[in-house]
C-alpha cells in the first residue's frame, strides 16, 4: 500500500523509571485502521517509551509502503526534537532519536505535530492494556471489544496481585472492607497507596496502623481543580496503581487518559436515581426515605468526570421497611456494598468487564 499515513503515538512508565509501554496506531487519511500495537518494554523512563513508539511506528508504516505521513504525539518536547527545535541532551536518548530521524528521512514527505493527550486517547488505551497485561498487544478496533477483552482475560498473568490506589474522606469502612478480602484470599490484590482528602479522618488512621502507605492531599492546598488532580495522579503512578478505588471519596477530581475506565466509585442508591452533587451519605438515604422508594441499594461503577456518572458494574438491592430511619437503612444498605465492591474489584482484576459504547458488559 502507497500513499498517505496518519500516525498516533504514545509511550509512557509507571514510576519514570518503571515498567513500561510503547504504542502506535496507524490510519489511512479516510480514517481507516490499519495497523496498531503496543509493547512492553520492562523497566524504563518514559522518554525511552515515547521515542521507542515512535520508531516502532515509523517501522511500521515503512513496511506498509508509505510515501507520506503525519505523526502526533503528546509529548511537547519530543515534538520539537525532531523537528530540530530543541536539542537532544540524553545520552540515553539519542540513539532512538537519530533511529527516528534516519527513518523519517526515508519518506517522500512528512510532518511530526503536537496534538493535548486527550486527542490521543486511543494510544494513551493501548499502553494502559500493555501495563496492566505485562505483554505486548495488538489491535485498537472496537469491533469487538468483548472478543478482545477476552483474550486478554486468557493470557494476563493473574498470579500477580492487581495494585489499588484507595480514595477516603472519612471513616475508610469500605477500605477496611476490601482489606479483610484480600486477608481471607478471596480478592488477588493488594493495596499499594492510600490517599485521603483529610489528615484528621478515622480512616487515614485505620490505614497507617494497617501499614500501609497513607498520602494527605488536601484541595485547598491547590490553586485550582487541575492541580490538585494532578497532584492525586502523580501519587497513582508513582505507586504503580492498577486501578483506582473511591471509597467514600467526596472530592471532584479529573481522571486523566490514563484511569479512564480504570477509577471505581460506589454509590449508596441505585443510580442513576438519587445521584449527583451533594447526594453522599445520610443525604441519599433521607431522599429515599421521603420518596417513599420500596427498593433501595448500591451501584458500583466506572468514574467519569461528573458525580455519579459514568458505566455501571454492579448493583445489589434491599428493601427498604416502613419503620426505616436513614440510620437502619445505611446499614442495611452497607452490607449490599461489603459485597459488591469487591465483586466488581475481582471482575476487574480478571479482565471480566469489556465496555462498550458506556455499558459495562461482562464476559
Not at 518503571?18 to 490510519?27: D, K, V
Not at 481471607?184 to 485521603?196: C, D, M, R, Y
Not at 461503577?301 to 459514568?310: P, S
Request: aromatic share 6%.
Amino acid at each position: 500500500m502507497a500513499g498517505e499515513i496518519i500516525i498516533h503515538t504514545d509511550g509512557g512508565s509507571r514510576g519514570n523509571p518503571g515498567p513500561a509501554a510503547a504504542a502506535f496506531i496507524l490510519t489511512d487519511s479516510a480514517g481507516n485502521e490499519l495497523d496498531a500495537k503496543g509493547f512492553f518494554l520492562g523497566q524504563t523512563t518514559n522518554n525511552v517509551a515515547e521515542y521507542t513508539g515512535i520508531v516502532k511506528a515509523l517501522e511500521a508504516a515503512k513496511q506498509l509502503g508509505a510515501n507520506r505521513l503525519t505523526l502526533f504525539s503528546d509529548s511537547e518536547l519530543l515534538v520539537k526534537q525532531l523537528n530540530g527545535r530543541y536539542r537532544v541532551k540524553s545520552e540515553q536518548i539519542r540513539p532512538l532519536f537519530r533511529q527516528a530521524i534516519n527513518l523519517l528521512n526515508e519518506f517522500e514527505s512528512w510532518k511530526v505535530q503536537h496534538i493535548t493527550r486527550e486527542k490521543n486517547k486511543e494510544a494513551d488505551k493501548l499502553i494502559n492494556r500493555v501495563l496492566n497485561l505485562e505483554q505486548d498487544v495488538g489491535g485498537t478496533s472496537e469491533a469487538a471489544p468483548a472478543r478482545r477483552a477476552n483474550r486478554e482475560r486468557q493470557t494476563r498473568n493473574l498470579d500477580r496481585p492487581m495494585r489499588l490506589g484507595v480514595l477516603i474522606s472519612g471513616g475508610g469502612t469500605t477500605l477496611m472492607n476490601i482489606l479483610d478480602y484480600i486477608k481471607q484470599g478471596k480478592l488477588n490484590a493488594q493495596v499499594a497507596v492510600v490517599i485521603s482528602s483529610r489528615s484528621t479522618v478515622t480512616g487515614a488512621q485505620k490505614a497507617k496502623n494497617a501499614g500501609l502507605d497513607v498520602k494527605i492531599i488536601h484541595k485547598k492546598d491547590f490553586p485550582d481543580i487541575d492541580e490538585f488532580s494532578r497532584h492525586i495522579e502523580e501519587e497513582l503512578v508513582a505507586a504503580n496503581v492498577d486501578l483506582v478505588v473511591q471509597g467514600g471519596w467526596l472530592c471532584l477530581w479529573k481522571i486523566p487518559a490514563r484511569y479512564e475506565n480504570r477509577v471505581m466509585n460506589i454509590h449508596p442508591a441505585l443510580l442513576p436515581s438519587f445521584g449527583g452533587q451533594g447526594m453522599w451519605g445520610r443525604h441519599v438515604h433521607e431522599a429515599v426515605l421521603k420518596t417513599g422508594c420500596k427498593v433501595t441499594g448500591c451501584t458500583v461503577h466506572f468514574c467519569t468526570n461528573e458525580y455519579d456518572k459514568g458505566p455501571i458494574i454492579v448493583q445489589r438491592a434491599c428493601q427498604v421497611k416502613d419503620d426505616d430511619t436513614p440510620e437502619t437503612l445505611a446499614a442495611r444498605v452497607f452490607v449490599q456494598e461489603c459485597i459488591a465492591y469487591p465483586q466488581a474489584i475481582k471482575m476487574f482484576a480478571e479482565g471480566k468487564l469489556v465496555v462498550e459504547n458506556a455499558i459495562v458488559r461482562h464476559l
